[in-house]
């Protein structure tokens, strides 16, 4: 992923967090209502990694690491965020998938 598209996604999940279209860790994926998608921090544990594949309900993401991705959010770590799949889901997903 280039620089320009990276500031992107951050920029618009900064503004997903903000409009509430995102939940933040493992524990919250069995309560969520709605279409979501996943962003991963790339050093997620494995053990947490195959406990998400097993739910086998969600298309997955990996960017940047839990500290990082946690900064985008002013909090300290992050490693699963489920956006909602809207428009605005949707443009972050195209920026993902480069």
């Not at 053990?47 to 909090?75: A, C, S, V």
């Amino acid at each position: 992923m280039d620089f320009e598209a990276e500031r992107k996604v951050v920029s618009l999940l900064q503004f997903a967090y903000r409009s509430g279209k995102l939940k933040f860790g493992f524990e919250n994926l069995h309560r969520l209502k709605g279409k979501y998608f996943l962003i991963l921090a790339k050093d997620l544990s494995e053990n947490t990694k195959k406990d998400i594949l097993k739910l086998n309900k969600f298309e997955i993401y990996f960017f940047k690491n839990k500290q990082e991705l946690g900064k985008i959010f002013g909090k300290n770590n992050v490693g699963v965020v489920a956006v909602l799949e809207d428009s605005l889901g949707r443009e972050i997903k195209r920026f993902l998938k480069g």
